[in-house]
């Protein structure tokens, strides 16, 4: 299954997905203005089977209405977010499988922390292994999501703690937004020594916005600090050297919120 990943160049730097398989249907993935979402599909020359929304933050859901509009596709979502999205057509459950017309299989997380209703989808190789994890606000390259709007950061814990820890190093990374330096920055702020992000901070430094990088999950147990709750010199810049691996990620967000 391809993984079409867009830049929106919105305010709050959004990212927007489709999902193609061999048949003649799509799958849309937060959906930031509907419009230009119909026009690439138009150009793909196949039709929107349903949006599927991470969550029910406005940013992700926005572009809702006008694509239902253009193309009268449905709109699915996490049981867990009943009542906060409107217009749901099919409500999702964790570890739910979906299975596209063209036999490919995506698997439905439930992720809970940046809000209670959060899913994130987990796309499967023709083999049934691992592939790529569409995110949301859960996780992004280099950082995780705030709990400011509905969220909680001893959740969020637990949601990487059970499903996102324990993804395959060779799982491609699609999140919600670019918030690629800004976390890096925050990483290397932490743990001053991280060799492997100071030189994907070069990498990216002079990217212009709409220049992206894609990051696996192998990748981001080196550069993501939340991935990295034992490691010695950010436990001792937390003054947390005695912290539970749990105490440390809610320390972090913490430290993330005010930096």
Same mark, same amino acid.
């Given at each position: 299954?391809?993984?079409?990943?867009?830049?929106?160049?919105?305010?709050?730097?959004?990212?927007?997905?489709?999902?193609?398989?061999?048949?003649?249907?799509?799958?849309?993935?937060?959906?930031?203005?509907?419009?230009?979402?119909?026009?690439?599909?138009?150009?793909?020359?196949?039709?929107?089977?349903?949006?599927?929304?991470?969550?029910?933050?406005?940013?992700?859901?926005?572009?809702?209405?006008?694509?239902?509009?253009?193309?009268?596709?449905?709109?699915?979502?996490?049981?867990?977010?009943?009542?906060?999205?409107?217009?749901?057509?099919?409500?999702?459950?964790?570890?739910?499988?979906?299975?596209?017309?063209?036999?490919?299989?995506?698997?439905?997380?439930?992720?809970? %922390?940046? *809000? $209670?209703?959060?899913?994130?989808?987990?796309?499967?190789?023709?083999? @049934?292994?691992? #592939?790529? &994890?569409?995110? %949301?606000? *859960? $996780?992004?390259?280099?950082?995780?999501?705030?709990?400011?709007?509905? @969220?909680?950061? #001893?959740? &969020?814990?637990?949601?990487?703690?059970?499903?996102?820890?324990?993804?395959?190093?060779?799982?491609?990374?699609?999140?919600?937004?670019?918030?690629?330096?800004?976390?890096?920055?925050?990483?290397?702020?932490?743990?001053?020594?991280?060799?492997?992000?100071?030189?994907?901070?070069?990498?990216?430094?002079?990217?212009?916005?709409?220049?992206?990088?894609?990051?696996?999950?192998?990748?981001?147990?080196?550069?993501?600090?939340?991935?990295?709750?034992?490691?010695?010199?950010?436990?001792?810049?937390?003054?947390?050297?005695?912290?539970?691996?749990?105490?440390?990620?809610?320390?972090?967000?913490?430290?993330?919120?005010?930096?």
């Amino acid at each position: 299954m391809k993984v079409h990943q867009f830049y929106t160049f919105s305010p709050l730097r959004n990212f927007c997905y489709i999902l193609e398989d061999s048949s003649d249907e799509l799958y849309v993935i937060d959906p930031f203005d509907g419009a230009d979402v119909f026009q690439r599909c138009e150009k793909l020359g196949k039709k929107v089977k349903a949006i599927i929304n991470t969550h029910e933050h406005h940013d992700h859901v926005m572009g809702n209405d006008e694509l239902q509009r253009l193309c009268g596709c449905e709109v699915w979502a996490h049981e867990k977010a009943r009542g906060r999205i409107k217009n749901v057509d099919n409500y999702l459950n964790d570890n739910q499988i979906l299975k596209t017309k063209g036999n490919h299989c995506v698997k439905v997380l439930y992720t809970p %922390g940046h *809000t $209670l209703g959060h899913l994130c989808l987990l796309v499967l190789s023709d083999e @049934g292994k691992q #592939s790529s &994890l569409i995110c %949301g606000d *859960t $996780l992004f390259n280099a950082g995780v999501g705030n709990c400011h709007n509905g @969220g909680d950061p #001893s959740v &969020l814990y637990e949601t990487f703690r059970d499903h996102i820890f324990t993804l395959d190093d060779h799982v491609l990374v699609y999140p919600g937004h670019d918030y690629l330096k800004n976390n890096l920055l925050f990483t290397l702020d932490r743990e001053p020594g991280n060799e492997m992000a100071k030189k994907k901070l070069e990498e990216v430094q002079d990217f212009p916005d709409g220049q992206f990088v894609v990051t696996t999950i192998g990748e981001e147990r080196e550069i993501n600090t939340f991935f990295r709750l034992s490691n010695s010199e950010i436990k001792k810049n937390l003054s947390a050297l005695e912290c539970s691996e749990k105490d440390i990620f809610i320390k972090l967000r913490e430290k993330r919120n005010h930096w």
